[in-house]
């Protein structure tokens, strides 16, 4: 558990799963996706694949905030011109889920495991994609917020560095797990800088790997020696999952 305090949020909290031998809670942008819906709008509509991946990299190195390097990812989308329906438009076009999580998904619900999108992103952005799994996957994300400018995002946390303190989803199931006996277990998915704040407080992490080469959660968890698994897609994961049910029964 972290002795820190906690950021206070903008948002509410969904009620916790506490009667759940497993939750996981996963990132959205280039986890579940193909490719992180944010960087798509910022490289072809915003200032660029360069600006956006030395930002990234700057947040990797802590010379910048996440909050503030993606504040200004999206505020180049506006400042082109881009309105928030042809961007959700875009999306809709370019941005496919992993070709695996509709099994991942359907092993979850025939499992009972429930599945949280803990993302950085704005919740109308993700509705725009995820329509065509179903409606019983939980979306925490900051709503997009249409009096800044043109449109802008409304950050969940917004006096942290992240914007959205992802390690905020799983610290609460941390702490029911001690009052549990220690259930429900947390398995958290990510692959990127957004996800860093949690990937050291699940009970097992996994990190995706991309082939275009942007693994910046891979680094940061070997750089600061956080144990996890790497993965390529989700249809992978489910051996993984039924291993870890098959090591922690009652």
């Not at 509705?127 to 709503?143: C, F, G, K, W, Y």
């Not at 680094?219 to 992978?236: K, L, M």
Request: glycine share 8%; charged share 30%; hydrophobic share 35%.
């Amino acid at each position: 558990m972290s002795d820190e305090p906690a950021p206070k949020s903008t948002l509410p909290y969904p009620p916790l799963h506490k009667d759940k031998k497993f939750v996981v809670l996963s990132d959205w942008d280039g986890t579940i996706t193909t490719f992180d819906s944010n960087d798509y709008m910022t490289d072809n509509l915003g200032f660029g694949k360069d600006l956006r991946r030395q930002g990234n990299l700057d947040i990797l190195s802590g010379k910048v905030t996440f909050r503030d390097a993606f504040r200004d990812m999206l505020q180049s989308v506006v400042d082109n011109g881009h309105g928030y329906e042809e961007c959700k438009r875009v999306l809709r076009e370019n941005i496919v889920l992993d070709h695996g999580f509709k099994t991942f998904h359907t092993f979850c619900v025939e499992h009972d495991i429930p599945i949280i999108i803990v993302s950085s992103g704005m919740e109308p952005t993700i509705r725009a994609t995820i329509d065509i799994i179903s409606n019983d996957v939980e979306i925490l994300s900051p709503p997009e917020d249409k009096e800044a400018m043109q449109w802008g995002i409304k950050f969940r946390h917004p006096t942290s560095g992240f914007g959205h303190d992802k390690s905020q989803a799983i610290l609460p199931y941390r702490k029911l797990a001690e009052e549990q006996g220690g259930w429900p277990k947390v398995l958290f998915f990510g692959d990127g800088v957004s996800d860093m704040s949690a990937a050291k407080h699940a009970d097992y992490l996994f990190v995706k790997t991309k082939s275009q080469g942007e693994n910046d959660l891979v680094a940061y968890c070997r750089r600061e020696g956080i144990e996890h698994t790497v993965f390529t897609d989700f249809e992978a994961v489910v051996p993984l999952v039924e291993k870890i049910m098959n090591e922690n029964v009652d």
